[in-house]
């Protein structure tokens, strides 16, 4: 008898099995300490696509569904993508710049050569 699934079988129990998995692989590459920071990311991921990957293929059922899929998917990309470059102006580069006096004065005690005169570099008869 098929399912409701139009005659696909899923064993969503190695499913769930693979995503423990993943998981576990994405603690442990955190847990490792892995000192070039490019590369822990790099894996990490890569594991968050494979997981990424399972959870719409098959608890979403894009793998059984068809090509039109790819009619909804091509709009949604571009949006995606187009999205924040269009706000990349307003929100990513500043516009005003910060001139307010707290600012000011913390720029300019920060770029004085003596953050503070305590008068130990005084010569004795001073």
Request: proline fraction near 6%.
């Amino acid at each position: 008898m098929a399912d409701d699934h139009g005659g696909h079988h899923v064993n969503y129990f190695i499913i769930f099995v693979v995503l423990c998995v993943f998981t576990a692989l994405s603690v442990l590459f955190d847990v490792l300490n892995i000192e070039n920071k490019v590369v822990l990311i790099v894996l990490v991921l890569a594991v968050a696509v494979a997981k990424a990957s399972c959870v719409m293929m098959f608890f979403m059922h894009l793998k059984f569904e068809g090509n039109w899929k790819y009619v909804l998917l091509g709009p949604t990309t571009i949006l995606a993508i187009g999205l924040p470059l269009a706000l990349l102006p307003d929100i990513g580069v500043p516009y005003y710049y910060d001139r307010s006096p707290q600012k000011l004065e913390a720029a300019a005690h920060h770029d004085s050569p003596a953050t503070h005169d305590d008068g130990a570099d005084a010569p004795a008869g001073h």
